[in-house]
């Protein structure tokens, strides 16, 4: 039966280890946020980009979640190749998180580097993944 | 950071205990006692920084200053790895004002007080109210007038009788001044003190100067008025002649009784400048005038200053007397000889060479003055008696005199009138023989009294009385002459009476009893 499927074993636990882990980043990003802006010097016009990068990587997780499981599970492409597509714009609000955040403490860089090694781990299943399914 | 040192305070010098001060030696460091301050570092935060290091090793001899510059790493897990917002650690140097950037640093810090964060709440900048246009200032005695720019200016003679500019006109003070200016013809329309518009330029606050009238003076010295009054007539060389030269300004102020001026307005005369001339003499005044009331010159406010004429006036003819006390106004005249005057006595004593020149009455200044009237046999007595009247009270005696300094001619109740004595001095001679009486002195007693507060008491008339004192002519032998002393005098007397002392009313007690004290009873 191993032979006739095609759905990657390792993506779904990379998927599934990544939404719980992304609950996580979240709520911490959040409270230390948080804990920056009562610490430190944090204007509001430095708070509000921040803020809202992060609300947006958590716009953009659930659907690109979703659609890496079904698109595993079903076994077709086009839901896994929109999902690394959407994988593409949250490494890019990662990266902005990692490095052009008004403070970057060092627990936010060891939780972004995480989420990056996870995407990047991630995309490549899924580029294996859509190579299986296509051919 | 191995530059920075907080210890070092001043320039160029060693600080004590101060071992990160680049202005100590070898030397200074060896008398240290301890390092003041130990540890030079960025914020503490940071994950990793550079830190210097100063400590003082006692142990050598003579004790020197160890420098290290080291690494200094937070392991906090959250320590700031990063910072993208340059304010965070590090204060903002001031911005160093250029012209271009001035006026928005005075916008932003001129004020009191102002908001580190950017301004993002001036948000309704036309609320503010534009200032008042026509805030009119009040004015009290002897303020300079102020024009938009400076003072209304008197030229007067300040040192010398060369005209100063400078001299600012006061409020309610009634000037003249006389100065002599340096001209040129040539230059003389470049010499701004000659043109009109330089008395006229400046408008009093929000009142222009309006020329009144201008007279215009010949080279002979001729004055004739133009009835085109109000063109402006600037300085200007025609044939060897400067005309339109300013001569004279005369300025009236109009003001109300709260000290604001409503009206100015000056009388120009104005003259032509010869060439030969190389000064001429400016003559300058200014006069005050309340509206709505006649341009008399008040002799205080409103009592009597002492040293300022007394003025008096006369009941117009044709009132009937006393009704119309209530309706008719006196009638003042500015004519100086129907003012209350007396004789002025002259140099060659003689009274009927001395009529025409009379001296005014001054309030507060008693006075005596005479003359000697030499009598022949031919002189007719009534005429004699008429002349003589005619010397010692003038051409007009007044018949009231005004009891505070400003009343006017319209309050009649507030004017005095002069009650009039005659003595006669019967010289006991057995012929009683109805024989004419010459006046010989004239006494005018004036009573007055302190009227009002008592730390700022006014000066009011009460009481004017002018006594004629006659005596008898003796029929002279013909040929004979007699000299007589005719003699006037003004005497001021104060009567006021004391003040009186006033006490404050005793503190009453105030018991009632309740109103139902005897309850079971009443």
Same mark, same amino acid.
């Given at each position: 039966n191993n032979s006739s499927q095609l759905s990657s074993l390792p993506l779904h636990i990379l998927l599934y280890v990544n939404g719980i882990y992304y609950i996580f980043y979240f709520l911490v990003t959040l409270a230390m946020i948080i804990y920056k802006s009562q610490v430190f010097s944090y204007p509001d016009d430095f708070l509000a980009p921040d803020l809202a990068v992060?609300?947006?990587?958590? *716009?953009?997780?659930?659907?690109?979640? #979703?659609l890496g499981f079904k698109g595993n599970l079903t076994e077709a492409e086009a839901p896994l190749g929109l999902s690394l597509g959407l994988t593409v714009g949250s490494v890019v609000l990662c990266v902005y998180l990692l490095l052009?955040?008004? #403070?970057?403490?060092?627990?936010?860089?060891?939780?972004?580097?995480?989420?990056? %090694?996870? #995407?990047?781990?991630? %995309?490549?299943?899924?580029?294996?993944? *859509?190579?299986?399914? *296509? %051919? | 950071v191995a530059r920075l040192c907080v210890c070092d305070l001043l320039v160029a010098q060693c600080d004590a205990n101060c071992c990160c001060d680049p202005d100590c030696s070898a030397e200074d460091f060896s008398l240290f006692t301890t390092c003041s301050v130990p540890l030079v570092t960025g914020d503490s935060r940071l994950c990793s920084q550079k830190a210097a290091v100063y400590s003082l090793d006692v142990e050598a001899n003579p004790p020197e200053r160890i420098f290290k510059l080291i690494d200094q790493v937070n392991p906090s897990i959250f320590c700031i790895h990063a910072t993208n917002y340059k304010q965070a650690l590090y204060l903002k140097s001031p911005e160093i004002p250029t012209p271009e950037n &001035?006026?928005?640093?005075?916008?932003?810090?001129?004020?009191a007080t102002f908001s580190a964060e950017p301004d993002s709440w001036n948000l309704d900048p036309d609320a503010k109210d534009p200032p008042e246009?026509?805030?009119?200032?009040?004015? @009290?005695?002897?303020?300079?007038?102020?024009? @938009?720019?400076? &003072?209304?200016?008197?030229?007067?003679?300040?040192?010398?009788?060369?005209?100063?500019?400078?001299n600012p006109a006061g409020f309610l003070v009634n000037q003249a001044t006389k100065c002599i200016r340096s001209v040129s013809v040539e230059k003389c329309d470049s010499i701004q003190a000659l043109s009109m518009l330089f008395y006229i330029n400046s408008s009093i606050l929000a009142v222009n100067i309006t020329v009144q009238s201008i007279v215009v003076q010949s080279v002979n010295g001729m004055r004739t008025f133009l009835s085109t009054g109000d063109v402006l007539r600037l300085p200007m060389v025609l044939d060897e002649l400067c005309i339109n030269a300013v001569l004279g300004v005369n300025y009236h102020i109009t003001h109300t009784d709260n000290g604001e001026i409503i009206e100015a307005a000056a009388a120009f005369v104005l003259g032509a400048i010869s060439r030969e001339a190389l000064s001429i003499e400016q003559s300058f005044e200014i006069s005050f005038t309340q509206e709505n009331t006649q341009p008399v010159p008040v002799s205080g406010n409103p009592g009597y200053v002492v040293g300022l004429p007394?003025?008096?006036? &006369?009941?117009?003819?044709?009132?009937?007397?006393?009704?119309a006390l209530l309706f008719a106004a006196l009638a003042l005249s500015s004519n100086k000889h129907s003012q209350l005057t007396i004789l002025q006595s002259t140099s060659t004593q003689d009274c009927l060479a001395a009529q025409g020149t009379r001296a005014p009455v001054l309030f507060g200044y008693n006075m005596i003055s005479g003359c000697t009237l030499r009598i022949t046999a031919a002189m007719k007595c009534q005429l004699l008696a008429q002349t003589l009247l005619d010397v010692l009270t003038g051409q007009s005696f007044p018949e009231y005199v005004a009891s505070f300094g400003n009343s006017q001619a319209h309050d009649v109740l507030d004017w005095v009138p002069i009650t009039q004595l005659h003595i006669s001095e019967q010289m006991i001679s057995h012929t009683l023989q109805s024989s004419c009486q010459i006046p010989v002195s004239l006494g005018i007693e004036v009573k007055w009294t302190k009227y009002g507060?008592?730390?700022?008491?006014?000066?009011r008339i009460v009481n004017v009385t002018a006594t004629i004192t006659?005596?008898?002519l003796k029929q002279l032998p013909s040929g004979r002459e007699r000299i007589i002393p005719i003699t006037s005098s003004v005497v001021f007397t104060d009567i006021s009476s004391p003040a009186e002392p006033s006490y404050k009313a005793w503190p009453t007690i105030n018991i009632k009893l309740p109103f139902d004290f005897f309850y079971p009873f009443v």
């Open positions: 992060l609300f947006l990587m958590a *716009i953009l997780e659930v659907p690109r979640l #979703y052009w955040q008004t #403070y970057v403490l060092w627990a936010d860089v060891l939780l972004n580097a995480v989420l990056l %090694s996870a #995407y990047g781990l991630e %995309s490549g299943f899924k580029v294996t993944a *859509i190579a299986a399914f *296509i %051919s | &001035f006026d928005q640093l005075l916008e932003k810090f001129g004020g246009a026509n805030e009119t200032s009040r004015y @009290e005695y002897g303020v300079p007038v102020q024009t @938009e720019d400076a &003072f209304l200016r008197l030229p007067s003679p300040v040192v010398s009788s060369w005209c100063s500019d400078a007394v003025r008096a006036g &006369f009941q117009p003819q044709g009132y009937p007397f006393p009704a507060s008592l730390v700022n008491p006014q000066a006659s005596s008898t």
